[in-house]
């Protein structure tokens, strides 16, 4: 691997049409947060023509492995190294009941290049957080809380709300 470039991992997602939400870090720091990443986690539409064009894309891209039904429909993880990064493929976050769930909240962000992915809203980050077992994300999910909230009292000291 030569270095991590998210737009190099995205693009050809985006090329050949695949219906996928981003989560994980990557979707975090799109939100905001000053963490590192080396990875694009993603959860596709479990639909075998979208899995097809997942693999298409990673071939195109010089990458090894490939995305399966049968993992998709194990919930097994998969991380497809390619030299731009790894694509980690994650069928059913924790917390979630996978890509239709998070679509529904997932909006279209600009990170430019032409690039607008969907990425999963900030609640559904925190759900996923709150959900897993590892000890190391509950300072990430401390991070998350805050930008929510400050992000709500921006949006109060700027009358965006509604007058109930």
Same mark, same amino acid.
């Given at each position: 691997? %030569?270095?991590?470039?998210?737009?190099?991992?995205? =693009?050809?997602?985006?090329?050949?049409?695949?219906?996928?939400?981003?989560?994980?870090?990557?979707?975090?720091?799109?939100?905001?947060?000053? =963490?590192? /990443?080396?990875?694009?986690?993603?959860?596709?539409?479990?639909? =075998?023509?979208?899995?097809?064009?997942?693999?298409?894309?990673?071939?195109?891209?010089?990458?090894?492995?490939?995305? #399966?039904?049968?993992?998709?429909? &194990?919930? =097994?993880?998969? &991380?497809?190294? /390619?030299?731009?990064? #790894?694509?980690?493929?994650?069928? /059913?976050?924790?917390?979630?009941?996978?890509?239709?769930?998070?679509?529904?909240?997932?909006?279209?962000?600009?990170?430019?290049?032409?690039?607008?992915?969907?990425?999963?809203? %900030?609640?559904? *980050?925190?759900?996923?957080?709150?959900?897993?077992?590892?000890?190391?994300?509950?300072?990430?999910?401390?991070? *998350?809380?805050?930008?929510?909230? *400050?992000?709500?009292?921006? %949006?109060?000291?700027?009358?965006? %709300?509604?007058?109930?």
């Amino acid at each position: 691997m %030569t270095g991590f470039d998210p737009y190099a991992l995205l =693009e050809p997602l985006e090329r050949n049409r695949v219906s996928y939400v981003i989560v994980g870090g990557f979707a975090r720091v799109v939100h905001g947060s000053a =963490e590192i /990443t080396r990875s694009v986690d993603i959860v596709p539409s479990p639909r =075998e023509d979208n899995l097809r064009r997942i693999n298409q894309a990673v071939d195109e891209l010089g990458g090894s492995g490939s995305v #399966t039904p049968k993992a998709v429909a &194990a919930n =097994e993880p998969t &991380a497809l190294a /390619t030299p731009t990064g #790894t694509l980690m493929v994650v069928p /059913t976050p924790w917390g979630t009941r996978g890509h239709d769930d998070l679509r529904i909240r997932a909006n279209r962000e600009n990170l430019g290049q032409g690039l607008r992915p969907r990425i999963a809203s %900030t609640v559904d *980050l925190v759900r996923m957080l709150e959900a897993g077992p590892r000890p190391e994300d509950a300072e990430r999910l401390h991070r *998350l809380r805050r930008m929510i909230e *400050l992000d709500r009292q921006r %949006t109060r000291r700027r009358g965006l %709300t509604r007058e109930r």
